[in-house]
Every structure is written in C-alpha cells, then in structure tokens.
C-alpha cells in the first residue's frame, strides 16, 4: 500500500543535525505511527514520505522552512530577573510554556545567567537547524473513520 493521504503510516527514524549528531530516534523504542496528510509531522518530511510503501528506507536532508521554521533572532532575549521571581533554581535548560504574543503557546529555554539578566530563546529547539532523517516505512494502512474524525493514528492512544 502506498503512503497517501488519510493512511496510517509507521515509521522508524533516525535524526541527524548538519554535523552528523544524532538529535533523535526511534531505534530501540516503539515506531512512530502517524496520520498521513494532517500535518501531524513536518511537511517535509510527510513530503519525502507522499508514494513511498512499506519496506521502503529513504533518506532526505530537510531544510528549516519544511522542518521548524527558521531561527527568529527577535525570540532570543534577555529578560530581567525579576521576571523569574517565585522561581526557584533557574538554570540554563530549564524550559518553561509562555504564552506568545499571538496567544499560542510558546516554549521558552533558559540560555543562560546573566549578571543583567536571564537570556532565553523563544525558538522552537529545532528552529533553524538542517534536519537529515534516515526512514524505514514499517507498515502503511488505512486509517479508521474515527482516527479521521480525530485527525489522528490510535496506536499509541487517542
Ligand atoms: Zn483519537
């Protein structure tokens, strides 16, 4: 069966950064099952995907605008200390969930301690970095009328 639109797809992985380091993967743990065409992963990626069957490996280098976005240097900031008041023991990779400017919810990481104040990146961890995956297409099939009306695979829960 082929990867399309409203197919459940199985997949393991591996994610590399531009220097080879591996960032993620599935090896060892459960594949991972998502609904084909909902952009339930990144477009590039569902992309690469689009035609291929079970069995197929590929490989695909993923450029930011198809991944997480590109870095947004107005996200990277100091803050002032006191906007950490109540907070014990901030430390450098601490995340915490902001709500962004447009009111979704933003994940902020702590860079670092300042003497001025604490630097933090509103980016997503992913934001900015060339993505190279390596794909095995474990199993395609189709998807449930309720996985669709979810918008959403069950295997791992609803
Ligand atoms: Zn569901």
Redesign the pocket.
Known sequence: MLIADKHVVSIHYTLKGEDGTTLDSSEGKAPLVYLHGTKNIIPGLENALTGKRTGDKIQVTIQPEDAYGPLDKSLIKILPHTAFDGLENVQPGMQFEAKGEDGQTQLITVQALEAQGVLIDGNHPMAGKVLNFDIFVEEVREASE??LS?G?A?EQG?
Do not use: D, K
């Open positions: 309720e996985e979810h959403h069950h609803c």
